[in-house]
């Protein structure tokens, strides 16, 4: 027989599920109200943007179809703005009117009155004013277009005098404080670029024309020199052989360089971590090795690690070095110097060489540019590898400075950002 107490249990059990089912139904019932109340508001909703649908898609299209008209024929700005707020005004006065109309006439009726005549008169009265306050609007606004939009008209006639052989003329300031005024400084700004740059380019070619005509000219001289007495003349033959290899090896040297400015325009860096210690030491024990005429001094405050193209880093470095072996005599020591300072990893090339004019020392980065005294062709530059230094530094995040002093020496800083953390 079962037991009394498992009866009792048994009945308390169906009796939380009695419960537990009718609290399940409650919030069944609440979760369906819940729907139906979001379906009712969505169909609100729908019912609303229908009206307004149907209420606003007349003049959606006619707005379709001015813009389709404006886009095919040639309208000015002027008449295309005078239409639109012209448009827009008469439409606000005809529903203004017919509200005023409507109300009048409801009005006359509640109180038992007939107004046709009034009514009549009202309708026409408001037509005539409608008409008239339109063109007023409509002159008033094409006068105020032409006004702001004047200063268009001017930049318009300023562009067409400006061309590639005339990159000097530029827009005149406009009397305003607004996007005119901000899009004549972009404007100016931009011709600004443009003659800088054409002015470079010019440059560029100028100096490239020249010193590769150079080396061509003697190469051209020796070899008809060559053709006319080098063969039975063997001291004519070893001067004009010397003479045509060397010239030969220059413009190899700047073709070389040219095309290595060409290329870092273009250059995609490889950024890598780079210690510059154990780099810079590498760099001066190979021209300890090769280069007997000169010192070279490496001293390093310790580990600097940097995030650069450790390739560009080191043509960077040996660009400068290389101008401080040419310049300054045989027998003194090039110190360089790798220390770390503000985020920076600052590197000096010191050289004792003949030093850099004050008057040089803004023009020593362009170029093709040579000290008059000693940046000669005797001392084999192309006058480009301190343009390539400066070039990859910038691109690299970094700066290049130099400080010189006559007959006493120059020093060229380098500085490159530190990898975060590195000088932790």
Same mark, same amino acid.
């Given at each position: 027989?079962?037991?009394?107490?498992?009866?009792?249990?048994?009945?308390?059990?169906?009796?939380d599920?009695?419960?537990?089912?009718?609290k399940?139904?409650?919030?069944?019932?609440?979760?369906?109200?819940?729907? $139906?109340?979001?379906?009712?508001?969505?169909?609100k909703?729908?019912?609303?943007?229908?009206?307004?649908?149907?209420?606003?898609?007349?003049?959606? =299209?006619? +707005?379709?179809?001015?813009?389709r008209?404006?886009?095919?024929?040639?309208?000015?700005?002027?008449?295309?703005?005078t239409?639109?707020?012209?448009?827009?005004?008469?439409?606000?006065?005809?529903?203004? %009117?017919?509200?005023?109309?409507?109300?009048?006439?409801?009005?006359?009726?509640?109180?038992?009155?007939?107004?046709?005549?009034?009514?009549?008169?009202?309708? @026409?009265?408001?037509?005539?004013?409608?008409?008239?306050?339109?063109?007023?609007?409509?002159?008033?606004?094409?006068?105020?277009?032409?006004?702001? @939009?004047s200063p268009?008209?001017?930049?318009?006639?300023?562009?067409?005098?400006?061309? &590639?052989?005339? !990159?000097?003329?530029?827009? #005149?300031?406009?009397?305003?404080?607004?996007?005119?005024r901000? @899009?004549?400084? $972009?404007?100016?700004? =931009?011709?600004?670029?443009?003659?800088?740059?054409?002015?470079?380019?010019?440059?560029?070619?100028?100096?490239?024309?020249?010193?590769?005509?150079?080396p061509?000219?003697?190469?051209?001289? /020796?070899?008809?020199?060559?053709? $006319? +007495?080098?063969?039975? %003349?063997?001291?004519?033959? #070893?001067?004009?052989?010397?003479?045509?290899?060397?010239?030969?090896?220059?413009?190899?040297?700047?073709?070389?360089?040219?095309?290595?400015?060409?290329?870092?325009?273009?250059? =995609?860096?490889?950024?890598? #971590?780079?210690? !510059?210690?154990?780099?810079? *030491?590498?760099?001066?024990?190979? /021209?300890?090795?090769?280069?007997?005429?000169?010192?070279?001094?490496?001293?390093?405050?310790?580990?600097?690690?940097?995030?650069?193209?450790?390739?560009?880093?080191?043509?960077?470095?040996?660009?400068?070095?290389?101008?401080?072996?040419?310049?300054?005599? %045989?027998?003194?020591?090039?110190?360089?110097?790798?220390?770390?300072?503000?985020? /920076?990893?600052?590197?000096?090339?010191?050289?004792?060489?003949?030093?850099?004019?004050?008057? #040089?020392?803004?023009?020593?980065? %362009?170029?093709?540019?040579?000290?008059?005294?000693?940046?000669?062709?005797?001392?084999?530059?192309?006058?480009?590898?301190?343009?390539?230094?400066?070039?990859?530094?910038? =691109?690299?995040? &970094?700066?290049?400075?130099?400080?010189?002093?006559?007959?006493?020496?120059?020093?060229?800083?380098? $500085?490159?950002?530190?990898?975060?953390? *590195?000088?932790?």
């Open positions: 027989m079962p037991d009394k107490d498992d009866g009792k249990n048994l009945g308390q059990k169906n009796a599920v009695t419960a537990s089912d009718g399940n139904l409650e919030e069944v019932e609440v979760t369906l109200q819940q729907i $139906r109340g979001e379906k009712q508001l969505n169909g909703k729908s019912t609303l943007r229908s009206i307004l649908g149907y209420v606003f898609f007349p003049f959606i =299209m006619l +707005w379709r179809g001015l813009k008209i404006a886009a095919r024929i040639r309208i000015p700005i002027t008449v295309k703005t239409l639109i707020y012209t448009l827009l005004f008469t439409v606000a006065l005809v529903l203004i %009117d017919v509200f005023i109309v409507s109300s009048v006439s409801d009005h006359l009726e509640s109180l038992g009155l007939r107004g046709d005549g009034y009514i009549g008169t009202l309708i @026409l009265t408001s037509a005539a004013l409608i008409i008239i306050s339109v063109a007023v609007v409509a002159a008033l606004g094409s006068l105020a277009s032409q006004s702001m @939009l268009i008209r001017r930049m318009i006639k300023r562009i067409d005098k400006i061309s &590639g052989d005339n !990159l000097s003329t530029r827009l #005149d300031d406009v009397d305003s404080q607004d996007e005119l901000e @899009l004549t400084e $972009r404007i100016n700004k =931009m011709l600004d670029n443009l003659e800088q740059s054409f002015d470079r380019q010019k440059k560029f070619v100028s100096d490239a024309s020249h010193e590769l005509k150079t061509i000219s003697v190469i051209q001289g /020796y070899s008809n020199l060559l053709l $006319r +007495w080098g063969k039975s %003349d063997p001291a004519v033959l #070893d001067e004009s052989l010397e003479s045509i290899a060397r010239e030969a090896d220059n413009m190899k040297r700047i073709v070389e360089q040219l095309l290595l400015l060409a290329k870092i325009g273009r250059y =995609m860096f490889s950024p890598e #971590d780079v210690e !510059l210690s154990a780099e810079l *030491a590498a760099v001066m024990d190979g /021209y300890a090795l090769v280069c007997k005429t000169h010192k070279f001094e490496f001293v390093s405050e310790g580990e600097v690690v940097a995030k650069i193209d450790k390739n560009m880093f080191t043509e960077c470095v040996r660009a400068v070095i290389d101008n401080a072996v040419k310049y300054s005599e %045989d027998n003194t020591a090039v110190t360089v110097t790798l220390t770390s300072e503000d985020g /920076y990893a600052v590197i000096k090339i010191a050289d004792c060489g003949y030093g850099i004019s004050e008057a #040089d020392l803004p023009h020593i980065f %362009d170029r093709f540019y040579r000290c008059d005294k000693s940046r000669n062709r005797d001392a084999h530059s192309s006058g480009l590898g301190l343009t390539i230094a400066k070039s990859i530094v910038e =691109m690299m995040g &970094g700066t290049i400075e130099v400080e010189s002093r006559l007959k006493i020496g120059s020093v060229f800083t380098l $500085r490159f950002p530190i990898k975060e953390g *590195a000088d932790e």
